[in-house]
């Protein structure tokens, strides 16, 4: 059975500070990793890997993959208020009838205080 | 585009009841979902569809029925109602070449 598994599920910061989160996962045949944002409603896409070590970057955050160990960490430097959010990290499964299939991770709710 | 929309947005339900949800999305993407999402267990997949007039199920799919009659509809059924079902679902639909899904606006469901 696939497997995320994100850390910390929770995480109180102030404004300007760097926050890293992280996922770890477990999947039979992995194609990617996605993360996503969610505030309120509907998740918002952020970023997919699935090279490992190559950094991607948009603005303030920036994400990395590690296939050999299994993760992928999620950084968000001078964070902001609007950066507050719940961030889920999802795997998807390239496997037969897995095909697919995205598994998701409980979710690290970040709060940034001003 | 609207992308990918739900209705209704919040349902309040007796136990027993039936209804139904319903997924539209305007990117003619083959793939569609349903998610459920409860406190501290993330999203978990209900049941998918590869394309139309073709269903399949994910992790949960105990007390939901699916149908894909047309491309761009996904529909999700609840034919007795449980208070296990108090949830946010979510749809969610993508192209078969491209990993991101987009995701629905969500219906947020009580039964009581």
Partial sequence: EDK??????SLVVHEGDTVTLNCSYEV?????????????K???FLFMLTSSGIEKKSGRLSSILDKKELFSILNITATQTGDSAVY??????????????????????????? | ?????????????????????L?????NHEYMYWYRQDPGMGLRLIHYSVGEGTTAKGEVPDGYNVSRLKKQNF??????AAPSQTSVYFCASRDPGIDTQYFGPGTRLTVL
């Avoid at chain 1, 998807?92 to 998701?104: C, D, I, R």
């Avoid at chain 2, 529909?75 to 007795?80: D, I, N, Q, R, T």
Wanted: aromatic letters at 8%; one cysteine or more.
């Fill in chain 1, 4 to 9: 995320v598994v994100q850390s910390p599920l």
């Fill in chain 2, 23 to 27: 997924c539209a999305q305007d990117m």
């Fill in chain 2, 1 to 21: 585009n609207a992308g990918v929309t739900q209705t209704p947005k919040f349902r309040v339900l007796k136990t027993g009841q039936s209804m139904t949800l």
């Fill in chain 1, 42 to 44: 509907a998740p918002t």
């Fill in chain 2, 75 to 80: 529909l999700l059924g609840l034919e007795s």
């Fill in chain 1, 88 to 114: 889920l990290c999802a795997v998807m499964n390239a496997g037969g009838t897995s095909y697919g299939k995205l598994t998701f991770g409980q979710g690290t709710i970040l709060t940034v205080h001003p």
């Fill in chain 1, 28 to 40: 039979t045949n992995f194609r990617s990793l996605l993360w996503y944002k969610q505030e309120k």
